[in-house]
RNA sequence: GACCCCAUCGUCUAGCCUGGCCUAGGACAUCACCCUUUCACGGUGAUGACGCGGGUUCGAAUCCCGCUGGGGUCGCCA
């Protein structure tokens, strides 16, 4: 077989959802897998919604994902004289005609138009009885800009794409598609429509079932391979009971016939589990690296602050952090004396009266100290906390 | 509504193609216990699923049909 090309095509007209984001993910695993190129094409022919920020801000989202791409940046903007050329054969042949300012595609109005899908096997359309598919397709808008299901034939064509694979809510999208290839000569590419990532009540994941930008979750501390580890596991699976995969593993073992046709549900707990698997295998001085953005963002300068110093306070949380921006709460403590106390904690641990002269007779205890070390106070603490009839939990919590 | 897609624990999934090894395995979450002077990490265990009904077959989670349920699409948006 030769050489695979696959693409993910981008819509300026928001942030990188994290939807869009497995779509390109699973593209890229493809890819990658097979030796074959992995291509981004910018969908920009809606001049109102399409902004400059989107665009970086997707790009960067990639980027950081580690999702890298062959080849420069298509974009369709530039392209509108080659879909003319591809539309004008259309009308030459007597296919395609000019209404009012826009160009229609005759479609087939009766028979049946079917693909064979990668993971579905064969999707077949009765055209007699498919009402949206009756109308004549708009390839050309009034503003002289081609439409979505026009450009992407042509591009996809042009581009050389061997496998077409997106969400199935494509599916419909198919039948417009494939009369368009057929009219122009060219050969359609293999189609694999993949699962959309759902939401809690199972329908598509939206801004309502939580963050959806793949830049949320940067803000939030969460790590990129355990962002690409975690959705690489929705909606697929290596077939053993493997769950923490290396990116090098996910790109050795991915299979795409192993992808699963149900819509599989985002669900937050478990993305926190793995980022936490990822935290817990940082070297401590990349870690604290990682954690110094949320503490800048708090409003702290850590970069002044003694380095050994704070890699001993971040060694002291590794086991908990399963988010970086936990950190700034988890540790405040330690470098902010001006928080206010826990109400809660205060009336679920204050409140026992052995605890009456517990602080005055603890300082006393670690003054008394010959030497303030670990095992000293370790050992002064347990000897007071004895005397005082506390557990370690109603001793600590306190103290 | 029409068309299309889908259907294993609450969630992510293994098993399904190539029926028997499935009294359905793993993970997250939950609960209990262990470890631990707190929390957390880690360990052990528990709860928990083949949507329903018909077939086919000696035998079905696995194959077929119907039903039900859920989702998606019906733009000069992409």
Redesign the pocket.
Known sequence: MSEVRVRF???P?GFLHIGSARTALFNWFFARHMGGKFFLRI????KE?SKQEFLEEILSSLKWLGLDWDGELVF?SKRTEFYRTQAQKLIDKGLAYP????IRFRVPKSGKVGFEDM????????LE????LA?DL?IF???G?P???F?VVCDDADMGITHVIRG??????TPKQIPVYEALGLKPPIFC?I??I?G?????MSKRHGATAIREYLEQGFLPDAIVNYLS?????P???E?ILSREELVKKFDLS?V????????K??L??VN??YV?KLAVPVLTDLLLPSLKKRGYAPETWDRVWLEKLVTLHH??I?MLAQFPDLAQFFFDDKIEYDQVAREEFLRDPRLKDAFLKYAQTLEGLASFDTKSV?EA??AL?KALGL???E???PC
């Open positions: 095509a981008p819509s007209t969908e920009d022919t809606d919604r369709q209404e009012e300012n826009a993971l579905h096997g064969r999707i077949e359309f009765d009885q498919h009402g949206s109308e708009v808008k009034s503003d800009s439409t979505y299901n450009a199935d809510d494509h599916i419909m999208n429509h699962p959309l759902l809690a009540d199972r329908s598509r596991l929705l909606g697929w699976s077939g053993n009971n769950e192993r699963l046709k149900t819509g599989a549900v985002f669900g707990d478990k926190e589990w936490g698997q817990r086991e908990r399963f370790e603490s347990r906390m557990t370690g939990k001793f600590i919590h």
